[in-house]
């Protein structure tokens, strides 16, 4: 144990499958470069406290700097006793520049910092690329409902046919829900990006080290407030998994309609070949297996933050080495939640639509309401004028007659008040155009949401 590099007060070794079991540089190497910044800032601050000359900081720079190129080019030499990341590197600097010089990096620091600071950096930036992702799934989706605005489909509820409404409509609900996605993300960076670096193991820094300025050379935002809480803390990681599965929850939700819809019983919509998949055994087969898995992965983004709950519940102040199994599930989340956008963007920029299907799907007796909101219109109170257009409903079924092949002489032997004009009741259009209070189905209100969705995009 005393090649460990906490080894001073051990006698004996690690047994072998503790070694493994403890290691985390399998999966925290990810962070090697993150890793070698926070080292290089923290250099340069105890440069400015005194505790380097300036000829060590400038070799502690220049070794980092060839073990930066090591790394890129996959050269970087793991040993068995690199505990970590962090471990992993000093040792490498170490081995470059002598103990006497490599030996002082760590003054004041320690690893509880430097991981807080590493996952922190890199998540950071990876969630500024997943709200790029979520940007564009969100401008196919408008850009879309401004191209096929004269699209008609049946909207449901429960899954039943309720009323008319336009396949931009449709696109719209799913793209305002994921704004709310996009204004949390950008809340949830600001949170993620402050910086640890300088609270030491719990207590803070002894060598009067600047944060500010280690903060500002590794861009964070600012800094955290309270060095035991710093090195606690994984609420960034909770919160990234919060917002992740609640935008793969909504995504889910989009894949199940459009699985819905591209069934052949429904025929609305046809998946490019590039996201679907055949069957080994029936070759008529073309499966939605994009979206299938796009609903699959949202059990697994969910498993993540629940599990990461259960880990950091009952821990007691500060850090525990239960801390360490916060990296992995951060790494498959942001890769599941990062993957979905993509494919979802792909899926939605390359899907055909059957307008023809969609309009054959629409059933005149998605137009009932037409008729009770006709009778309001002459002054009838609405449950009257809902309770005559349900007996129209059950006058066309005793005919086993669709309602729009009723006669205005039957409408009339329902009620009196059905004139001549009822027929424009029946016009799925008109129907459409009606709802044109801010956020129904008519052309303009439609137009309205698109400028609304533009606008949060563009608010950055
Ligand atoms: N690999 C550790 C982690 O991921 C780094 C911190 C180790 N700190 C400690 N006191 N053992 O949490």
């Given at each position: 144990a005393e090649n460990m590099l906490w080894g001073g007060r051990f006698t004996q070794g690690l047994d072998p499958l503790m070694v493994k079991y403890n290691t985390s540089l399998p999966y925290d190497k990810i962070f090697w470069s993150q890793d070698i910044r926070g080292s290089i800032a923290f250099a340069r601050a105890n440069l400015a406290a005194g505790i380097l000359t300036s000829d060590e900081f400038a070799a502690i720079e220049k070794g980092f700097g060839q073990i930066a190129e090591e790394w890129r080019s996959g050269k970087f030499e793991e040993k068995e006793n690199d505990e970590d990341i962090h471990t992993a590197n000093e040792r490498r600097l170490s081995e470059l520049l002598g103990k006497d010089v490599g030996g002082?990096?760590?003054?004041?620091?320690s690893r509880n910092e430097q991981i807080a600071t590493d996952m922190r950096l890199w998540l950071r930036d990876e969630l500024r690329t997943l709200e790029g992702y979520l940007m564009d799934l969100i401008k196919v989706a408008v850009s879309r409902s401004e191209k096929e605005i004269d699209v008609l489909m049946p909207g449901y509820t429960h899954l039943q046919k309720a009323q008319p409404v336009r396949w931009s409509h449709w696109l719209l609900s799913h793209a305002t829900a994921f704004t709310s996605d996009l204004e949390r993300l950008r809340e949830v960076i600001s949170r993620v990006n402050r910086s640890p670096l300088g609270c030491g193991a719990l207590a803070g820094n002894p060598f009067k080290i600047d944060r500010d300025a280690m903060a500002k050379e590794l861009g964070f935002?600012?800094?955290?407030?309270n060095s035991m809480n710093a090195v606690a803390d994984r609420e960034f990681v909770l919160e990234t998994m919060q917002w992740g599965s609640s935008f793969m929850l909504k995504i889910s939700r989009w894949a199940e309609d459009l699985i819905i819809y591209s069934s052949l019983e429904f025929g609305f919509v046809r998946l490019a070949d590039t996201y679907s998949t055949g069957s080994s055994l029936m070759p008529q087969k073309k499966n939605a297996d994009s979206l299938e898995l796009l609903r699959g992965k949202s059990g697994r983004a969910f498993g993540q933050m629940a599990g990461l709950y259960c880990t950091i519940k009952g821990l007691p102040t500060t850090y525990n080495k239960d801390l360490q199994e916060s990296v992995e599930p951060m790494l498959d989340h942001i890769k599941t939640v990062g993957d979905s956008m993509q494919i979802a963007t792909g899926v939605l920029s390359t899907l055909s639509i059957h307008p023809d299907k969609m309009l054959a799907a629409l059933a005149p007796e998605m137009l009932a309401t037409e008729f009770a909101d006709y009778l309001v219109r002459k002054g009838v109170p609405f449950r009257e004028g809902h309770h005559i257009s349900g007996r129209v409903v059950q006058l066309a079924e005793e005919n086993s007659v669709?309602?729009?092949?009723?006669t205005v002489e039957q409408l009339q032997g329902v009620d009196a008040r059905f004139d001549e004009d009822v027929v424009t009741c029946l016009d799925y259009e008109r129907a459409v155009e009606l709802?044109?209070?801010?956020?129904?189905?008519s052309k303009s209100a439609v137009r309205e949401q698109i400028v609304v969705l533009k606008g949060i995009l563009a608010a950055k």
């Open positions: 002082k990096l760590h003054t004041g620091r935002e600012g800094l955290l407030y669709p309602m729009d092949k009723l709802k044109d209070a801010t956020g129904g189905t």
